[in-house]
């Protein structure tokens, strides 16, 4: 069956846009957990998502937001975009919250200039 | 927040040699997992461990969970040139509802052919 999608695979905006990045999970899945990678700090978790709704949430300020829909397809929602916010952006999917074997898209790389 | 010590943070081996890296917690992990991430691409999950003591092999990759519950390490034995990428480690705390996944920062792997 198909893997993790995320869409799209790269991005360039400049500080103070605001950008949408979209996950689709694997056929069945339906928890979806975003990340934040950058090279020294390896993956910081953003937020989980469950049956449309919000399980848990990393130490990321509010201008990253995302949500689930009921097709457990998830976007994730960055404003007022800031340098430090380049990063590959990694989404996983599982099938329950708190399965721990969780399968990874290929990322978007978002670049702010 | 909370991260594991992964080691080494890289590593240059000849290709054949046998390689061997760990992580450590200062608290009981309850899961681990250990997953690969080629250039452009997001982590593929290659050994999950769940029981303490856990010995468990991938082919030439071959993971164990930790009796103190407090590390595991990943060999690879007999090296070889498509084994670069860096590897994360990544465990689930035992105590408390939160069920994020705490990661390694990665050994990065490069095999001389």
């Known amino acids: 069956k198909a893997g993790v999608t995320q869409t799209p695979r790269y991005l360039i905006k400049t500080r103070g846009q605001q950008v949408t990045l979209s996950c689709s999970p694997i056929s069945g899945h339906r928890s979806v957990s975003w990340y934040q990678q950058t090279p020294g700090q390896g993956l910081q978790f953003l937020f989980e998502y469950f049956s449309e709704t919000q399980r848990n949430k990393g130490n990321f300020p509010g201008r990253f937001s995302g949500r689930q829909f009921s097709n457990s397809r998830s976007e994730m929602n960055v404003s007022t975009l800031e340098l430090g916010d380049s990063a590959l952006y990694l989404c996983?999917?599982?099938?329950?919250?708190?399965?721990?074997?969780?399968?990874f898209g290929p990322g978007t790389r978002l670049t702010v200039l | 927040g909370q991260q594991l010590n992964q080691s080494p943070q890289s590593m240059f081996i000849q290709e054949g040699e046998d390689v061997s890296m760990n992580c450590t917690s200062s608290?009981?992990?309850?899961?681990w997992l250990w997953y690969k991430q080629e250039p452009g691409e997001g982590p593929v999950l290659l050994i999950a461990l769940y029981k303490a003591g856990e010995l468990t092999s991938n082919g030439r990759l071959t993971a164990q969970f930790g009796i103190t519950r407090k590390d595991s390490f990943l060999n690879i034995s007999a090296s070889i040139p498509s084994d670069v990428g860096i590897y994360f480690c990544a465990g689930q705390p035992y105590a408390g509802n939160n069920r994020k996944l705490i990661w390694g920062l990665g050994t990065s792997l490069a095999v001389n052919p």
């Open positions: 608290s009981i992990f309850n899961t």
């Open positions: 996983a999917s599982s099938l329950l919250p708190g399965n721990n074997e969780q399968f």
